[in-house]
């Protein structure tokens, strides 16, 4: 596959034109960035674990009947994805209280909820990506009535599927933030990326932070709970 003209590039990953007009490739960085942008560092070998993990999350999903954007893996850091028309909406499920929910709603972390919650995000750095209802989401023209719903039980499923996979793995899936879009027919798949840059992962008895939140909150060994994370679910 031959790989054409950069198109985007985004905070953690490049996106480039192929030979084929459906499809895109996907490279991974190392670059680290919290707080909209604020933050800025490197995670060395993030790029890499990254791609395999959401590659691997991606492929567990379809075999759960999760449609998702995912083509082949062409290197540690390159993947291959369908083209998609993102929907502008960062949607986060929670099954336990952290981050800005905790925040908002002045409640410790780590109490966990009798149901999921769902909530959505306007993707606009300009605006910092605020927080929307589904109303608004539709006033904006950002997604149809039946699109919001097809996302929503969607996310549900990624959830009940995710949880269960990472319990088993010795880990509680916090929170998670997904992204969708629109194929050139209309299918609403799953796309972006699943990856401790966009989960919370908190190892089931000792509580201890496996993602991001290491960086944001200057916690220390980043790399090892990166590494951590892939070693629990690739093996290696
Ligand atoms: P950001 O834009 O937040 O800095 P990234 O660095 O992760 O994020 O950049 C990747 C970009 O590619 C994001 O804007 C994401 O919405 C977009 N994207 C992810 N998957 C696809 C896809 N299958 N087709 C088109 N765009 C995609
Ligand atoms: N998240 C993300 N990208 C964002 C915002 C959030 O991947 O731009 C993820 C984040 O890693 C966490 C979940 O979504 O797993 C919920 O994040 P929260 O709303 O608590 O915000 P934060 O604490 O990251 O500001």
Sequence with gaps: MEIKEMLYEGKAK????????????VDYKDDATAFNGLKKGTIS?????????????MKILEQKGVPTHFVEELSERRTLVKKVSIVPLEVIIRNISAGSFA???????GIAFDEPTIEFSYKNDDLGDPLINSYHAIALKLATKEEIETIKNMAFKVNEVMKAYFKE????????????GRLTD??????????????RFWDSETHEKLD???????????????????????GE
Excluded at 14 to 25: F, G, H, K, S
Excluded at 186 to 199: H, K, M, N, Q
Excluded at 212 to 234: H, P, Q, S, T, W
């Design 169 to 180: 793995l010795n880990v509680d899936l916090v929170d998670f933030k997904l992204e969708f």
């Design 45 to 57: 070998g993030k790029g890499a674990i990254n791609n395999r993990v959401t590659n691997y999350m």
């Design 186 to 199: 209309g299918t609403i798949v799953l796309a972006d990326e699943i990856s401790p840059d966009t989960c």
């Design 14 to 25: 490049r996106v480039y034109a192929t030979e084929n007009p459906e499809v895109l490739l």
């Design 103 to 109: 925040k908002r709603y002045g409640v410790e972390e």
């Design 212 to 234: 991001k939140d290491r960086f944001r909150r200057d916690l220390g060994n980043v790399e090892d709970a990166y590494k951590e994370m892939m070693k629990r679910i690739l």
